[in-house]
């Protein structure tokens, strides 16, 4: 019965988002335990408190594009569209721009850039974030980074890693630039 729950929402998210669960169903046919467990993963990807949300987006984006440049970038870039970013901030930063983005999702990714990289540069962008948003809007950008490079790691481990692709924009296709 619960695997066929969880199959069942594997199934709708998949169709909803047009996104290839095919990992998420290897995990549960291997070990639903191991699933529900990732699923607290699902859960903290999603926490957001004080952090605007093109700059929690910006920091999503920056963070899944460091380890994939396909299909995980694309889910993210449909939720962010979902949510309401516009396509031109979406564009953005995928494109790698902060100069193009809004300050709140420049700050986000740079700081998400620099912390990727073990940057000293983070340093003043942090101080700017908690500045401008919050201690929690900092934890939340902290999570968004971390739990945004998880998924496309876990997919690459289990053999459903893709190949750089285009990201689908407001209805254009945009390069994504990988980091060497």
């Not at 290897?26 to 004080?50: C, I, T, W, Y």
Request: glycine share 6%; with cysteine; net charge positive.
């Amino acid at each position: 019965m619960l695997r066929w729950l969880m199959r069942r929402q594997i199934d709708a998210f998949e169709k909803s988002f047009g996104y290839d669960v095919s990992y998420l169903r290897e995990m549960l046919d291997a070990s639903p335990r191991a699933l529900m467990r990732f699923g607290q993963v699902m859960k903290l990807s999603n926490h957001r408190e004080d952090a605007p949300l093109d700059a929690w987006y910006a920091a999503k984006l920056a963070a899944t594009m460091h380890e994939d440049c396909g299909p995980c970038t694309q889910l993210v870039v449909d939720m962010a569209d979902r949510h309401g970013v516009s396509p031109a901030v979406l564009r953005a930063i995928v494109a790698g721009n902060p100069d193009a983005m809004p300050p709140d999702a420049a700050i986000a990714w740079r700081f998400a850039e620099a912390t990727l990289a073990h940057d000293l540069a983070a340093d003043p962008l942090r101080d700017e974030i908690v500045k401008r948003w919050g201690k929690r809007a900092l934890v939340t950008l902290a999570l968004a980074i971390t739990s945004s490079r998880m998924y496309p790691t876990v997919k690459y481990a289990l053999g459903h890693g893709r190949a750089c692709a285009r990201v689908r924009v407001g209805g254009s296709e945009t390069a994504v630039p990988h980091p060497a």
